[in-house]
């Protein structure tokens, strides 16, 4: 590691959080652990490791590229894509023993001549109210199981579907699609007289509802120490520690006068004689311009961001001389100053998911 900027990711932290929301399900309940997207920023192989440490049995990802990176770095446990997988590349779930989430008869039907290594397990998903994918009518899922049930190589395993609301406190659209879930799922039962596991729950619903969860959870952002709104966090159900810090350093400081610009389009202008520090992180990183004006952490005191943040630096307003090497905090805790990804999120009038997953694979994970 040449640059000083790299984000740290608390393992224990993740271990915690993980143990938090396991005591909110009974024992027949179980937690299915959301790696999507490099483990919203945080790496997909680590904390994969650590939630199956803990016990939980079954993983979710987005992508069959991300399923097969788990499988090679030694991840076994069964694994769940809920994007949609082409058919054409069925046979690459398959073989390593993927999940994957289908809602549509033609998709059955475009896989029947297809030869697979072994059966190809499936989650199939109800369409109860979110509007982004699922089987919408009775009359789909039938056609669709009865697809199922006439290719040997196929086989249903699961049913799922998503809130689109559980992040509100009691929220009425949340009551519809459960309800709607459990219509869907009766009809199921009455043409597919296998066992499946259902699972519904996201990180809100998981924690306001942990007694309407089905056999698995799927526990994602909460995971990761965020709570999904302000609304979930002041329930205190869970006490979730962020895993997640950033940090930097000082590059160069130097002593402007009044009058002095800085950055590009010349748009910030000292006001009087002040000290500016640059920092080695920009938006190349993932630290976008639009955190201009938003504070770091030195020496546990906040500085602002001053002028445009550039490609592959910023520079701060610092209340005085500092050394070349000073740490930087962007995210995380530094003496009794501390700033979270809640923080940074609402200064870009955004959700705190986005903030891990905005930082960019150039900023090096280091885990401890």
């Known amino acids: 590691m040449y640059r000083r900027t790299k984000a740290v990711i608390n393992l224990q932290s993740i271990g915690h959080n993980i143990r938090q929301l396991q005591s909110l399900l009974d024992d027949e309940n179980h937690v299915m652990g959301v790696v999507k997207a490099d483990g919203y920023g945080h790496g997909s192989v680590e904390v994969a490791n650590v939630l199956l440490n803990a016990g939980v049995d079954f993983l979710m990802v987005a992508l069959l590229e991300e399923a097969i990176h788990l499988r090679k770095h030694g991840i076994v446990a069964p694994i769940l894509v809920v994007g949609r997988v082409h058919p054409e590349d069925a046979h690459v779930a398959a073989s390593h023993h993927i999940t994957i989430n289908v809602y549509e008869h033609a998709w059955i039907e475009a896989v029947k001549e297809l030869q697979f290594e072994s059966p190809l397990h499936i989650h199939v998903e109800f369409e109860t109210g979110m509007n982004r994918t699922g089987i919408c009518t009775e009359e ?78 799927r526990f994602g952002v ?25 940090y930097s350093e000082l590059i160069q400081v130097k002593k402007i006068k009044a009058g002095d610009f800085v950055g590009y389009g010349a748009n910030f202008v000292a006001e009087t004689d002040m000290w500016i520090g640059t920092i080695p992180i920009g ?41 070349v090497g000073e740490q930087v ?32 694979s150039r900023v090096p994970r280091q885990y401890c």
């Not at 909460?222 to 950033?246: C, D, K």
């Not at 995380?332 to 955004?350: H, P, R, S």
């Open 140 to 217: 789909e899922l039938r056609k669709i199981v009865s697809a199922i049930h006439k290719n040997p190589q196929l086989k249903l395993t699961g049913a799922f579907t998503h809130f689109a609301t559980a992040d509100d406190i009691d929220s009425a659209h949340f009551h519809a699609q459960y309800e709607n879930y459990e219509k869907m799922l009766h009809i199921l039962a009455s043409i597919h007289d296998e066992p499946i596991m259902t699972h519904v729950g996201n990180s809100a619903a998981g924690i306001q509802y942990p007694e309407k969860m089905k056999q698995y959870t």
């Open 222 to 246: 909460s995971l990761y120490g965020l709570y999904p709104s302000a609304e979930i966090r002041q329930l205190n159900n869970v006490t979730l520690e962020q895993a997640y810090s950033l």
């Open 283 to 323: 938006y190349a990183d993932g630290w976008t311009r639009k955190l201009q004006g938003f504070e770091v952490l030195i020496a546990g005191k906040r500085m602002p961001i001053v002028g445009r943040i550039c490609m592959d630096s910023m520079m701060v307003r610092l209340d005085g001389p500092y050394e």
């Open 329 to 360: 905090t962007l995210l995380g805790g530094e003496d009794d100053a501390f700033i979270d990804m809640d923080e940074a999120a609402n200064y870009l009038e955004t959700i705190n998911y986005e903030i891990p997953c905005m930082i960019t």
